[in-house]
């Protein structure tokens, strides 16, 4: 689909129902860019995924105390690229 021929509001409109985070404060140019993706960026799903989602995939990971953590805490231990926390916080866990 040709995005550059769309309004904003529909350009809006599109990126809302693609779940893209913070679409409302995006330029027209930087939706037509995330539009135009096959797929979105590993943060963008990240950012969408509820503390359940989260938590079950630390189970799978081998966490052992997933009810003891907070948003923040399984993000670094399932995504340190992407959050990163001290080691010996790390340890904690699994």
């Known amino acids: 689909m040709d995005y ?3 309004t904003f509001v529909e350009l809006k409109r ?4 693609k779940h893209i985070k913070k679409y409302y404060v995006k330029s ?6 995330l539009l ?3 797929e979105l960026p590993q943060s963008f799903h990240i950012e969408k995924m509820t503390v359940k989602e ?5 189970k799978e990971k081998g966490c052992r105390t997933v009810y003891g953590l907070n948003r923040k805490q399984l993000l670094a231990f399932l995504y340190p690229t992407e959050t990163p926390m ?8 699994v």
């Open 4 to 6: 550059s021929i769309l």
């Open 14 to 17: 599109h990126a809302k129902n």
């Open 28 to 33: 027209k140019q930087e939706l037509i860019d």
């Open 86 to 93: 001290p080691e010996e916080d790390l340890k904690k866990f």
């Open 54 to 58: 989260l938590r079950i995939q630390a």
């Open 36 to 38: 135009s993706m096959k």
